[in-house]
């Protein structure tokens, strides 16, 4: 029996390329290469053949056999790389997820997010100012004298510049945030109620109360009819929200440039309830915020027209209140992002 080569060949090459699976490529290979494949019934046949067709049936029989185990083999690299690749991008859906620590915001921030949510209750908006201010921002348009200690280089931060013989464009890390108060007055007419939170810096050596970067929250409410008693109102919800509690509270007559008139706002201590403790000094009060009705030479510089409108302000130190709500007893343990004390909040 003589067999057409030519013609095996175009059908193999057409089979192989139909294979999609390992299972096809297996009854392929079992076919051709089998004990009782083509191949083999080639080469049973050939001692029927004749001495002179014998050696070309033999060597082609060969050719073909090495041909279909190459085409068997590359087929089989391609089923495992393309096996490999779908177990890869297999997704096990039932495997519980990783949990990433995506840590908290700080208690400084929660705080500051506290208040000015209290705030926007009673109608504020929340606005921003920049910690690099003027001169003038920060002192002569609150009113704040030429004179006055705060305005020393000993407690404010003055930025070398080196243009600076226009006194008042001096510029300064902002002491407090009641220069935003000017920058509001500036941009917008009454009626307006903001706050403004955010960092104040003074050249304070650092201690358990101080720090040479705190952060405050400013007031400031303005209209043709604010009183005093507008002040108190808004002090005294705002308080008892804070700390969640019916507080004693007393107004102390004060001094601020800014307001006329001023108070300080004291609470009953927490720790002694009144009675007095070393944490309020033994007089059983704390000091809880400067406040008071905008001063007209405010107004005057802000350019409102005289005698128009009157205002409420008032000023916090966040780090001083969180200190009191929690306990804290040291002003550094914010800043020294201890984790121990951090995720205690
Ligand atoms: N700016 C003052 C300070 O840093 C706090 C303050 C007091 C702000 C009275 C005010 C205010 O708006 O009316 O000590």
Redesign the pocket.
């Known amino acids: 029996m003589s067999w057409n080569f030519e013609e095996i060949n175009i059908t193999v090459q057409k089979e192989i390329q139909e294979i999609s699976d390992e299972i096809q490529l297996e009854s392929f290979r079992i076919k051709y290469l089998g004990r009782k494949g083509l191949i083999a019934d080639m080469y049973a046949s050939l001692s029927s053949l004749s001495k002179e067709e014998k050696p070309l049936m033999g060597k082609n029989a060969n050719i073909l056999r090495n041909t279909i185990t190459t085409f068997i083999e590359e087929k089989k690299k391609v089923f495992r790389a393309e096996q490999k690749k779908a177990n890869r991008s297999f997704i096990d859906v039932t495997i519980p997820g990783m949990e990433h620590s995506v840590g908290h915001k700080h208690i400084l921030t929660q705080t500051i997010e506290e208040m000015c949510d209290i705030f926007e209750k009673l109608g504020f908006v929340v606005q921003e100012g920049p910690e690099v201010e003027t001169e003038f921002n920060n002192f002569t348009a609150l009113n704040i004298p030429e004179d006055h200690p705060s305005r020393d280089g000993f407690d404010t931060f003055y930025l070398e510049q080196k243009d600076s013989n226009q006194k008042d464009q001096n510029l300064v890390l902002r002491s407090?945030t009641?220069p935003g108060q000017i920058r509001i007055m500036k941009e917008y007419k009454p009626p307006l109620a903001v706050v403004i939170p955010g960092k104040v810096y003074r050249p304070d050596a650092v201690d358990a109360s101080h720090s040479f970067m705190f952060h405050?929250i400013?007031g400031l409410f303005v209209d043709t009819d604010v009183k005093f008693s507008d002040l108190k109102g808004i002090i005294t919800v705002f308080l008892k929200k804070l700390f969640g509690r019916d507080l004693e509270m007393r107004y102390r007559p004060h001094f601020?440039p800014?307001?006329e008139p001023?108070a300080e706002v004291d609470i009953a201590c927490y720790l002694c309830k009144g009675k007095g403790c070393s944490v309020c000094g033994r007089s059983g009060w704390l000091e809880i915020m400067?406040?008071?009705m905008v001063h007209p030479k405010v107004f005057e510089a802000v350019g409102y027209p005289k005698g128009k409108y009157s205002g409420l302000?008032?000023?916090l130190g966040v780090e001083r209140i969180t200190m009191l709500k929690y306990g804290i007893h040291d002003i550094r343990m914010f800043f020294e992002n201890d984790m121990r004390f951090v995720r205690q909040f």
């Open positions: 407090h009641s405050q400013e601020f800014f307001t001023s400067g406040c008071g302000a008032f000023g």
